[in-house]
């Protein structure tokens, strides 16, 4: 029953300490200057399809426009 006792000492202080730092550190990694592109690099991955053909875009539906008039 000891062991259990230190090990709960421990993880009630120690280990409180380190997931905050832990996760005072992944904010900040986050946040950090220069890591917009991977971001949206990466929030763009479920939209990206290899199979299908590219949606066209406003500038070539405005050219079709045009040539139909």
């Known amino acids: 029953m000891e062991q259990y006792s230190f090990l709960r000492e421990l993880a009630d202080s120690w280990g409180l300490l380190v997931l905050f730092v832990f996760f005072i550190g992944m904010i900040v990694w986050v ?27 406003e500038d070539a539906k405005a050219a079709a426009k045009e040539a139909r008039t």
């Open 31 to 57: 946040f950090r200057p220069g890591s917009r592109a991977s971001h949206e690099d990466s929030a763009s991955i479920p939209l990206r399809h290899e199979d299908r053909p590219p949606a066209p875009d």
